[in-house]
């Protein structure tokens, strides 16, 4: 496998209102003779980058390792792994277009289009964990040029992911006159990996993501009371997979493989929002993979060995042309 690193200049990330780089490194894995192998972009979760698959684990496999593995093994022919740098100052990404944080949709085919053609294929797959799950759903049906798609925990049924967080950051917020003077002291701290701060800031990026106002961020709730608030959370609502997807169900049909998984002890209770689904695709007649495993919603980067085979596999088969 050769591994490459380049710069990517986004036209989508110019100007964005959190002046995060526009100029990205992204990671390419190849096999030999890379040309007309099927291209899958992966998306990592919160407050991580996918260049963070390419760090030694001495617990796991760097997805280096993990394809070279994977070949020897005979699970796979080869596929050109994409690992773009999604990072922003939110502490992560939910890969929407969002007027508050940036063009990420826009940005990861951004992505796809050029190396598509550097690749000259069109057998194109998306896959993530966690967010990246999210983002490869909501991505993967928007996209026809997205051929498979593959989401590991993705965030679904947000009523039982968010809410329970709601408590934690309606508490820190509540000790600023606003949040952006709570994110410029969190950015200002020696140490950020507090759980209580990581919480609030992963609820203030949602927020960016799923209730911007213009550059500004609408919150769910009242720093005051606690209470919800009604219309913003409806807007959050929108966005959720369990929702949005049946708006996709024709879409979700044309695609070579609709592939999920989710850990039976998910700790953010993904595993419904994922049952969910599993039961919308069923209902609707579109052909997925759909498996619970023995887990929870960590340390579960194993299950890549076969997302990736699937993926590839279908990307080859092209079962649906």
């Known amino acids: 496998m050769n591994l490459k690193l380049v710069e990517f200049?986004?036209?989508?990330?110019?100007?964005?209102?959190?002046?995060?780089?526009?100029?990205?490194?992204?990671?390419?894995?190849?096999?030999?003779?890379?040309?007309?192998?099927?291209?899958?972009?992966?998306?990592?979760?919160?407050?991580?980058?996918?260049?963070?698959?390419?760090?030694?684990?001495?617990?796991?496999?760097?997805?280096?390792?993990?394809?070279?593995?994977?070949?020897?093994?005979?699970?796979?022919?080869?596929?050109?792994?994409?690992?773009?740098?999604?990072?922003?100052?939110?502490?992560?990404?939910?890969?929407?277009?969002?007027?508050?944080?940036?063009?990420?949709?826009?940005?990861?085919?951004?992505?796809?289009?050029?190396?598509?053609?550097?690749?000259?294929?069109?057998?194109?797959?998306?896959?993530?964990?966690?967010?990246?799950?999210?983002?490869?759903?909501?991505?993967?049906?928007?996209?026809?040029?997205?051929?498979?798609?593959?989401?590991?925990?993705?965030?679904?049924?947000?009523?039982?992911?968010?809410?329970?967080?709601?408590?934690?950051?309606?508490?820190?917020?509540?000790?600023?006159?606003?949040?952006?003077?709570?994110?410029?002291?969190?950015?200002n701290r020696e140490t950020k990996k507090r759980r209580d701060e990581l919480t609030t800031l992963m609820i203030l990026a949602m927020s960016a993501f799923y209730s911007p106002r213009g550059e500004d961020v609408e919150l769910p709730f009242s720093l005051e009371t606690g209470e919800i608030v009604e219309d913003v959370w409806k807007r959050w609502v929108e966005k959720d997979p369990v929702r949005a997807l049946k708006n996709y169900v024709t879409a979700l049909r044309e695609k070579e493989v609709v592939y999920i998984d989710v850990g039976k002890r998910d700790e953010y209770n993904i595993q419904y929002g994922s049952r969910i689904i599993h039961s919308i695709l069923s209902k609707s007649g579109v052909d997925h993979v759909y498996e619970e495993f023995d887990g929870g919603h960590h340390d579960t980067s194993f299950r890549y060995d076969y997302s990736i085979a699937i993926l590839e596999k279908y990307l080859n088969d092209g079962e649906k042309q």
């Not at 096999?31 to 291209?39: A, D, F, R, V």
């Not at 990072?87 to 007027?99: A, D």
Request: proline letters at 5%; zero cysteines.
């Open 9 to 187: 200049e986004s036209e989508s990330l110019k100007d964005n209102p959190l002046k995060d780089p526009y100029k990205r490194k992204v990671a390419v894995i190849e096999p030999e003779n890379p040309q007309g192998k099927p291209l899958i972009i992966y998306l990592s979760g919160f407050l991580s980058s996918s260049l963070s698959m390419l760090n030694y684990d001495p617990f796991s496999e760097d997805m280096k390792t993990r394809l070279e593995r994977m070949k020897a093994e005979g699970k796979s022919n080869g596929v050109v792994m994409v690992l773009p740098d999604t990072f922003t100052k939110m502490g992560g990404n939910q890969y929407l277009n969002s007027s508050a944080v940036g063009k990420y949709e826009d940005y990861v085919m951004e992505v796809v289009k050029t190396l598509s053609e550097t690749y000259k294929t069109d057998k194109i797959g998306i896959m993530g964990k966690s967010s990246g799950g999210y983002g490869s759903v909501m991505i993967g049906m928007k996209h026809k040029e997205i051929r498979a798609i593959a989401d590991h925990s993705g965030d679904a049924y947000f009523e039982y992911i968010y809410i329970p967080e709601f408590p934690v950051a309606i508490e820190r917020l509540g000790r600023f006159s606003s949040w952006r003077e709570w994110f410029t002291t969190f950015w």
